[in-house]
C-alpha cells in the first residue's frame, strides 16, 4: 500500500473542508493551486454551484400546458393577464 506524504493528505484535508471549491476545480479542469485557482473567489464558486444545481433541478421538471401559473402575483387570485384586460377594459371600453 503507498504511504499518503503530508502534502497529499493536505490536499485531502482541502477538498473535505471545501467541498465546492473540489467541485469547481472538477468541472473546469482546473489544478490545486494552479494560478487560476488561486485568482477564483469562493463566492464566485459558491454562485456558480447554486446556479448549477438550480438549473439542474428546473430541467427535472415537465412542461405541462396550461398548468403553470407563473404570470399570477403571489397572494393574487387573478392572473396578470386577467387584470391587465380588466384595467384596458375599464379604461378604454368603459369610458
Do not use: C
Not at 484535508?13 to 488561486?38: I, Q, Y
Not at 446556479?51 to 393574487?76: A, H, M, Q, V
Amino acid at each position: 500500500m503507498k504511504k499518503t506524504n503530508q502534502i497529499e493528505i493536505e490536499v485531502l484535508n482541502w477538498n473535505n473542508k471545501f467541498p465546492v471549491d473540489a467541485w469547481w476545480r472538477r468541472k473546469h479542469n482546473v489544478p490545486f493551486m494552479s494560478k487560476a485557482h488561486r485568482e477564483i473567489s469562493f463566492l464566485d464558486q459558491l454562485f456558480e454551484y447554486y446556479e448549477d444545481k438550480l438549473i439542474e433541478e428546473l430541467s427535472k421538471e415537465t412542461y405541462k400546458p396550461n398548468t403553470g401559473d407563473f404570470l399570477r402575483k403571489s397572494g393574487d387570485k387573478k392572473s396578470i393577464i386577467e387584470q391587465m384586460r380588466e384595467e384596458f377594459e375599464s379604461e378604454f371600453l368603459d369610458g
